[in-house]
């Protein structure tokens, strides 16, 4: 169990258009969702905190304008990058916590990622 | 503040040689352990997990963790390595939605 979906895994746009990425959670509800950005050869940078029928919380430095959360049910989140440019190409991951109580809901469960590559 | 130090930027071993990924963080309470695996253009899977109890924790593929509070480390260990174990390792530590993921380790198998 415990099976997140992300779609597109590689996607390849021109500079200026959108993308949309999906983070589907395929075996349970996830109340909570995270959106991840990685650098080459880096670790994760966390950009933003998604809730279910919430608005998203962006850490510092990430532009809510740009990098659009939506969270519409307990098993999808969606991150569209707005007017992409070639400086946003990069491998973005999300993640997802089960809902409901106990030790459980610590532990966050990953898709395997969208490589964004902006011509 | 909260942070999760890998020493180890990469590491080389023989298939079948002894392995140990070590791992510090720094936290304001004791937080819930993680280790996470990733290969090459894939996301995470999660390899074991510490919350409390036994500070020698099991995981999948043949992996062990030893949580010791004293020297605030949660360091990965597995008695014989095999070549599809080549990979990034991710330590990654909190609580709730506060997780802070260490640089990570490179993990690489020689024949």
């Known amino acids: 169990g415990a099976v997140v979906s992300q779609h597109p895994s590689w996607v390849i746009c021109k500079s200026g258009t959108s993308v949309k990425i999906e983070c589907r959670s395929l075996?349970?509800?996830?109340?909570?969702m995270f959106w991840y950005r990685q650098f080459p050869k880096q670790s994760l940078m966390l950009m933003a905190t998604?809730?279910?029928?919430?608005?998203?919380?962006?850490e510092q430095g990430v532009e809510k304008d740009k990098f659009l959360i939506n969270h519409a049910s307990l098993t999808l989140s969606t991150l569209t990058v707005t007017s992409a440019h070639p400086e946003d190409s990069s491998f973005y991951i999300c993640s997802a916590r089960r809902t409901g109580s106990g030790l459980a809901k610590n532990i966050q469960y990953f898709g395997a990622g969208t490589r964004l590559s902006v011509l | 503040a909260q942070s999760v130090t890998q020493p180890d930027i990469h590491i080389t071993v023989s298939e079948g040689a002894s392995l140990e990924l070590r791992c510090n963080y720094s936290?304001?309470?004791?937080?819930?352990l993680f280790w996470y695996v990733q290969s090459p253009g894939q996301g995470l899977q999660l390899l074991l997990k510490?919350?409390?109890?036994?500070?020698l924790v099991q995981g999948i593929k043949g992996f062990e963790a030893e949580f010791k509070r004293s020297q605030s480390s949660f360091n990965l260990r597995k008695p014989s390595v095999h070549w599809s174990d080549a990979a990034e390792y991710f330590c990654a530590v909190g609580v709730s939605n506060d997780m802070r993921f260490g640089a990570g380790t490179r993990l690489t198998v020689k024949p």
């Open positions: 075996d349970f509800q996830a109340t909570t």
């Open positions: 936290y304001g309470a004791t937080p819930y």
């Open positions: 510490y919350f409390s109890g036994d500070t």
């Open positions: 998604s809730n279910e029928g919430s608005k998203a919380t962006y």
